[in-house]
């Protein structure tokens, strides 16, 4: 049975959410004349919510939201408002990740580069939309790799986004796999809870938005995976019998799914 690799795309592939998706939500809201703007500790929060369009429907029940924009009483209405905002937003983000202003964090291109070589499956399942998941992979990983990948999952392609895990059984499904042999790239505890109810082993890296959280559960959680001749990968749980040496390989991530299945 082939082994896969599957990446979540915000957080994980780069730093998308803090440098990316809030920077779009508040240049959206800036074109629209709405005087409302997400800092980061409240786009901390509303990362927890899975989806884009979710986390701007959340404003609806929100006071100080209410008190500057007036939200229709109607929730189809409401809907219908955010789904144009979030067009636009969607717009601004794929503009932003196509000036290459957004790098790719460390590691992940070379990881996934050695594991395809070494015969693993790439995918990559997220709750973003499809053309901002798409447009993220092809820059991080260039185009000749990102066509490598065998399947892009999306939170549109699916009933419930994470914590479900109904896209990592999408996936499992598509690509006829076996959970047993899947190892997960996450950076959030909603990511990490989809991918365990999916049985699959989860590697948490997280970043400024994700640090905080519970990842007990992860078989790994690492700073990055880090590049040789840089700075060591932090470890900051490890619950298996793999030692990175400075940064994340192959190697380690074969020892990863060999512990886990043990």
């Not at 800036?30 to 989806?51: D, F, M, P, T």
């Not at 503009?95 to 790439?122: C, D, H, M, Y």
Request: proline fraction near 3%.
């Amino acid at each position: 049975m082939k082994k896969a690799l599957i990446f979540d795309c915000d957080g994980v592939l780069a730093d998308t959410e803090r440098d990316g998706h809030l920077v779009a939500f508040n240049q959206m809201w800036r074109e629209h004349g709405i005087n409302w703007q997400w800092s980061l500790e409240q786009y901390a929060q509303k990362v927890k919510i899975g989806g884009g369009k979710e986390r701007m429907f959340s404003l609806g029940k929100d006071d100080d939201f209410r008190a500057v924009y007036p939200v229709p009483e109607s929730e189809s209405g409401w809907w219908n408002i955010v789904m144009g905002w979030h067009k636009r937003k969607t717009e601004i983000y794929k503009q932003a990740i196509a000036s290459g202003e957004i790098p790719g964090r460390p590691g992940v291109k070379r990881l996934a580069q050695t594991a395809f070589a070494n015969g693993w499956l790439l995918a990559v399942c997220s709750t973003s939309a499809i053309a901002s998941v798409e447009a993220v992979l092809r820059h991080v990983m260039g185009v000749e790799l990102a066509s490598q990948f065998a399947g892009v999952f999306a939170g549109d392609m699916v009933k419930a986004k994470k914590p479900a895990p109904d896209v990592y059984n999408l996936a499992v499904e598509k690509l006829n796999l076996d959970p047993a042999n899947c190892v997960v790239i996450e950076d959030s505890r909603n990511g990490l809870l989809a991918a365990t109810a999916a049985r699959m082993t989860c590697i948490v890296t997280y970043n400024e938005l994700t640090k905080n959280e519970d990842f007990s559960e992860a078989a790994l959680v690492l700073s990055d995976f880090g590049e040789p001749g840089n700075k060591s990968i932090a470890i900051s749980q490890n619950r298996i019998n793999v030692k990175p040496q400075g940064y994340f390989t192959v190697d380690d991530l074969e020892q990863v799914l060999a512990d886990s299945q043990a």
